[in-house]
């Protein structure tokens, strides 16, 4: 139990305004969105880095856990204090310092909500391509912690490429600065890349320096139906081998086609098993000569139905089908189980046919969905939890798939992060010499394990 | 001094025609591009991945330095074995492992020769981006120990942009697999991004998995002169935010240019301050259309003169300035000291105004020329090794150069690594706090300080 000393110090140090130990506030902060929750003894909003390492200071000294939390929208329990200490709430430190058109960079604050700040460098014709499911709600901080990627990586690449540099506090107050202003930077150790997506276990990030590139003027979206998976992955390859470049290929297969077009009362035809959105981008003059080598490759191919939006009303249309995968899949279940696997691109069909069979096989129902340009499939296993029997098949269930997925040299998550909810599947991705080292860079930056401890391995 | 039984131990293991410690291959082995030399006691050119695991192995048991080697290319005395011990050559594991065409990735050995690699996934209509200037020689093993750029890492990014994975040996013969065959990977710390540029310092490398893209069919390009680099400044800005999306943007500054046009002995506008190149590539009707739009803003604009070549003659003529650079100011003096400082690109002017006035400040002849588009500066400080005073004047010149390029959030080294030839500047970009971290991380890989020693901090 913590000290009531603690508190005192840090409403001291921080204003009152910062430091929190109500029962509503502490059960706020004690969840995220994979469901999982315990309790933090005290919540803290820095508002500044002296706050920040203030909390630090006399967290280390007490050897109080800290849990770093953005918005609170991860899919794995990162950022649920599951060892209670304090939750650290970087919602308030949400300052877009500056955007730099001369430089092509911006430096913000971690509790930047990542649409936000889109928003603001599109103003000045500047683009920040990571583009997360979560992001009008999640915080570039989480993002970073987490390494979060989204519907555009194929093209342009995770939250990772974007980060130029990074501010950071270690466990005991003291600050780093690593990385820089300038994409080429190969002085020292790569001490930012692995603060990238170490989700709040070696150092608490203060402030994030992003690369921004020019914003593509022009896009156009499709949506191409397909009688089987196989018959899309086949087009896809072909359609990345010739050079047409999308910046977004989201697949559905059939499980999600199925429910969306019920949901929606959409009028369906029997033979549509598959469908992808097609989004194009760049300059015009290029996007329309795509678009027509598309549409060419399209009559070469056994594609099923082909649509092109042509206004922003039918781009929402498109787009709908997409969307509302999620409300309509909670009809099915109480609970959704999200898990984010990754296989190579060339195995996608394959995968979704294990896991479909897995599905059968356990009697669950599983909906996937995901980015085929970067081999991401959302995996939703829709379960309730009160039912025991389901749930313990669920669970053999996608053993067994996180088992596939690194037979196929896939990875067990491509954008949630591990947390607590993959801490079990670690073992099939990571030898023990491999885990051993892990735990001493953990040591190495946290010896005494009071950063986001318990979550990863 | 190495106990003779070490080598016996490795010939019997290894074989005698991979371990060598006759004087020549002592010193073939002895220095990279820096000048720096050193001789290590023994050469060992392992051929599979037991070989390097039964040389780190016996080597760890007796507490023998490993310098990992590629061509020995590198500007920074990074594979200079400044311990002794083993030279660690691997010129023999060079081999294209595979080239997947469905998931879009190769698998190599260290000692693939990184042109090779790309003539080979070129016939297959892939590319690999990063092209490093020694790309002809030097290895993707040498490129991923030091995270290599080139020419394109604007548009493409460096040589860590398109690692997917690394097979590595640990100080004491354990073997990791870190990172994957995907885009996406959030699992584990990314010790990949880690190795990546760590010198060979933190492990030895055995493979390397490549991301590979779709080989742009298309490419042009052009030169522009211009009367100051700061027309030439202003003029590229505008080119990017644009959208012209150059793939290379190679400047040359007046010293370079008055080198090579003197060379070459071509006539000289005297107007003539700053040139760049400009290459764009990708689609065929694209780049026309971006080609037009470059002309359109080049008529608009204070360009001095303007060439865009139409045939392969006339490419390798516009080629040829930049290339002739080398050989140029070879003339100037016995030795070239070549630095790659890296600053944000608005501020490109005005760190070449500053290193030019260093320059006089200090009676040297530097020589500029860099990437436009990431800030990175190529100084060649010409020198007679002999002459103590210039010697000495040249020292100081750096310091100031490096403190400089700190000041306005740059970096030390943007492609060359720290090595043995930047350690004594990383006290101005790193804290004594982050150079701890480091030493904590090279603990974590390498506790009795093996592998590599002296490189780095």
């Known amino acids: 139990?913590?000290?009531?000393?603690?508190?005192?110090?840090?409403?001291?140090?921080?204003?009152?305004?910062?430091?929190?130990?109500?029962k509503e506030y502490l059960v706020t902060y004690s969840y995220d969105a994979a469901g999982k929750e315990s309790l933090p003894e005290l919540v803290v909003f820095p508002g500044c880095e002296e706050d920040i390492r203030h909390t630090l200071r006399i967290a280390y000294e007490h050897k109080i856990p800290i849990t770093p939390r953005g918005a609170g929208v991860g899919y794995s329990g990162g950022s649920v204090p599951i060892q209670g200490g304090i939750a650290l709430v970087f919602t308030k430190m949400n300052k877009i310092l500056c955007i730099d058109t001369e430089n092509f960079y911006a430096e913000v604050q971690p509790g930047v909500v990542t649409y936000n700040l889109q928003q603001e460098v599109e103003k000045k014709g500047l683009f920040y391509p990571p583009d997360p499911a979560s992001l009008k709600t999640s915080t570039i901080g989480g993002n970073v912690a987490e390494n979060a990627g989204g519907l555009r990586c194929f093209k342009y690449g995770v939250t990772g490429n974007y980060v130029l540099g990074l501010e950071a506090f270690l466990i005991d107050g003291g600050k780093i600065n690593v990385g820089s202003?300038?994409?080429?930077?190969?002085?020292?150790?790569?001490i930012k890349s692995l603060l990238i997506g170490s989700e709040g276990t070696l150092a608490v990030i203060s402030k994030i320096i992003l690369r921004l590139i020019p914003l593509p003027p022009y896009r156009r979206?499709?949506?191409?139906?397909?009688?089987?998976?196989?018959?899309?992955?086949?087009?896809?390859?072909?359609?990345?081998?010739?050079?047409?470049?999308?910046?977004?290929?989201?697949?559905?297969?059939?499980?999600?086609?199925?429910?969306?077009?019920?949901?929606?009362?959409?009028?369906?035809?029997?033979?549509?098993?598959?469908a992808v959105l097609v989004e194009l981008d760049g300059n015009k003059g290029d996007v329309e000569e795509r678009a027509q080598r598309l549409s060419r490759l399209v009559k070469d191919s056994q594609v099923l139905d082909y649509k092109a939006a042509e206004t922003e009303a039918e781009i929402e249309e498109l787009w709908s089908i997409r969307r509302n995968i999620s409300p309509a899949i909670s009809k099915y279940k109480p609970k959704k189980i999200n898990e984010?696997?990754?296989?190579?691109?060339?195995?996608?069909?394959?995968?979704?046919?294990f896991i479909n069979n897995t599905a059968k096989e356990y009697g669950l129902t599983i909906i996937l969905f995901g980015h085929f340009g970067d081999g991401n499939i959302h995996t939703n296993v829709m379960v309730d939890p009160d039912d025991e029997d389901e749930m313990k098949r669920t669970e053999i269930a996608l053993d067994k798939i996180f088992r596939y997925v690194i037979s196929v040299k896939g990875s067990i998550t491509g954008e949630h992060?591990?947390?607590?909810t993959k801490k079990a599947f670690m073992k099939y991705q990571f030898s023990d010499r491999e885990i051993e080292i892990f735990k001493r860079v953990k040591r190495a930056f946290d010896p005494e394990n009071l950063l986001n401890p318990g979550k990863i391995f």
């Open 221 to 274: 979206l499709f949506r191409l139906d397909f009688a089987s998976l196989g018959k899309g992955a086949e087009f896809i390859n072909q359609m990345i081998k010739e050079n047409i470049g999308p910046s977004v290929l989201e697949f559905m297969d059939e499980s999600s086609i199925a429910a969306v077009f019920d949901y929606l009362k959409l009028p369906k035809n029997s033979n549509l098993k598959a």
């Open 1 to 22: 139990m913590m000290h009531k000393k603690v508190k005192k110090q840090l409403e001291k140090l921080l204003g009152k305004e910062k430091v929190f130990s109500q």
């Open 181 to 190: 202003h300038v994409i080429k930077d190969v002085a020292g150790y790569n």
């Open 340 to 353: 984010d696997i990754v296989v190579p691109i060339g195995k996608i069909v394959e995968a979704v046919e």
């Open 417 to 420: 992060g591990v947390g607590i």
